[in-house]
């Protein structure tokens, strides 16, 4: 009876411990398939991208002057969008208050061309910004073409906000 017993515990507990080897399994595998893991590469980024007319340095200096005015006036538009859609929303609905900055610094720095916004996606090569590195590939982004656009250009991250960010403790604006 005794040996009855005890074997039957044992045999028990050897059950059990596969039971929960199994409900683990299952659990892990749950765990892997519905929660996503953390990573850079489920965020969604959106570029912005300055194409000078040309490489001309009057063309090459004004891209700069441009691109302060515009980033300047984007910051309050950007810094607090939560999401890739919100922030092609925004600046899809800023597209001419966009080019009326640009317009604006390229008439006051006495050229004659004008500017054009819009929304595609094209390649990028990697670039690191701090501790964030974006691997090469095809992005949406803002383009923001100054006159023919055919020059060399800047770019950098709207979304997340990368480019748009004030220091803390001061007006000035911090380009990653």
Same mark, same amino acid.
């Given at each position: 009876?005794?040996? %009855?017993?005890?074997?039957?515990?044992y045999e028990?507990?050897? %059950?059990?411990?596969?039971?929960?080897?199994i409900i683990? +399994?299952? +659990?892990?595998?749950?765990? @892997? @398939?519905?929660?996503p893991i953390n990573s850079e590469s489920s965020v969604q980024y959106?570029?912005?991208h300055i194409r000078?007319?040309? *490489?001309?340095? +009057?063309?090459?200096s004004v891209k700069y002057k441009v691109k302060d005015a515009v980033v300047e006036e984007l910051i309050p538009l950007v810094s607090e969008i939560e999401s890739f859609e919100e922030a092609k929303k925004v600046i899809e609905a800023n597209f001419g208050f966009i080019e009326s900055v640009a317009d604006r610094v390229l008439e006051e720095n006495d050229f004659t061309y004008k500017t054009?916004?819009?929304?595609?996606?094209?390649? %990028?090569?990697t670039r690191t910004y701090e501790d964030v590195t974006l691997e090469e590939g095809n992005y949406?982004?803002?383009? @923001?073409?100054?006159g023919s656009g055919e020059g060399n250009n800047w770019w950098c991250i709207v979304f997340p906000a990368f480019c748009f960010t004030k220091t803390? *403790?001061?007006d000035n604006i911090v380009y990653i």
């Amino acid at each position: 009876d005794r040996y %009855f017993v005890v074997n039957y515990i044992y045999e028990l507990g050897v %059950f059990m411990k596969y039971i929960i080897g199994i409900i683990s +399994a299952i +659990a892990l595998v749950l765990v @892997l @398939l519905f929660c996503p893991i953390n990573s850079e590469s489920s965020v969604q980024y959106l570029r912005i991208h300055i194409r000078a007319n040309s *490489n001309s340095y +009057a063309d090459q200096s004004v891209k700069y002057k441009v691109k302060d005015a515009v980033v300047e006036e984007l910051i309050p538009l950007v810094s607090e969008i939560e999401s890739f859609e919100e922030a092609k929303k925004v600046i899809e609905a800023n597209f001419g208050f966009i080019e009326s900055v640009a317009d604006r610094v390229l008439e006051e720095n006495d050229f004659t061309y004008k500017t054009h916004a819009k929304i595609d996606n094209e390649y %990028f090569p990697t670039r690191t910004y701090e501790d964030v590195t974006l691997e090469e590939g095809n992005y949406d982004a803002l383009i @923001l073409e100054l006159g023919s656009g055919e020059g060399n250009n800047w770019w950098c991250i709207v979304f997340p906000a990368f480019c748009f960010t004030k220091t803390k *403790n001061s007006d000035n604006i911090v380009y990653i």
